[in-house]
């Protein structure tokens, strides 16, 4: 009988949950049935009644399942630190985002920037052009997607710069990764991983979610551009 964990995700953990399913299949006959979303979209999904075995979110955003009783305390696991990051079009100039003052420069010389509206990454983003003084002309000509890869913008030559978590720019090809946002500027997001509470798979659930935290998994987290 095909058996299946049926997994939530946020979508910094895509490019790590795709590497990881064909080889945790492999080992324990489980197949992992993964969708992926920002954070903010998976949370109204789950207030909204929609199933799952296994959640993956912010941190923020779990501790509000568990609060909420959808998730079960005992069960979560925190899985990787992930950092914003800045990418191009392949090929392309890369700017000097080193220090504060080159990020603003950098970012006003753009033709366009795109940002997530609701992911991590885009409230990050909003909240530091605001600290930079530069959020009016930055949103004149941005480029804001709703959810998404921003990374896509740049293929299609809609934006110069692309903001989004750097396990998320790299699962866009294309593109080349400047780096992070100086970290003095940016607090990293952490990801965790619990059991829903109504999941009538307790113990597939568990067994994944020691798998997903175990060292094994530690370097395709850092491949996939997420720090174990």
């Known amino acids: 009988m095909d058996q299946a964990v049926r997994v939530l995700s946020t979508l910094a953990l895509k490019g790590a949950v795709h590497n990881l399913a064909g080889q945790y299949e492999a080992a324990s006959g489980i ?12 949370l109204e999904r789950l207030r909204g009644g929609e199933g799952a075995d296994v959640v993956i979110l ?11 009783r959808r998730v079960v305390a005992g069960s979560c696991v925190d899985l990787a630190r992930s950092y914003v990051g800045i990418a191009v079009k392949a090929g392309a100039a890369h700017p000097d985002i080193a220090t504060g003052p080159a990020l603003r420069t950098a970012l006003l010389a753009a033709r366009s920037v795109a940002y997530s509206r609701i992911g991590a990454s885009g409230i990050l983003f909003a909240q530091l052009i605001e600290r930079l003084g ?3 002309e930055i949103n004149a000509r941005a480029t804001i997607i709703p959810q998404g890869f921003t990374a896509e913008r740049l293929v299609t030559g809609e934006a110069d710069l692309a903001i989004q978590q750097i396990s998320e ?3 866009v090809g294309g593109i080349d990764v400047v780096g992070p946002i100086p970290r003095e500027l940016q607090t990293p997001a952490v990801f965790s991983a619990g059991r829903m ?3 009538s798979l307790t113990e597939l659930s568990d067994r994944l979610l020691r798998f997903l935290a175990s060292g094994e998994v530690a370097p395709v987290l850092r491949a996939s551009g997420l720090e174990p």
């Open 169 to 171: 720019l790299k699962q």
């Open 134 to 136: 530069i959020a009016s």
């Open 58 to 68: 912010t941190r923020e955003g779990l501790d509000d399942m568990i609060r909420e």
């Open 197 to 199: 509470a109504a999941s």
């Open 31 to 42: 197949r992992i049935d993964a969708d992926f979303a920002p954070t903010l979209a998976l």
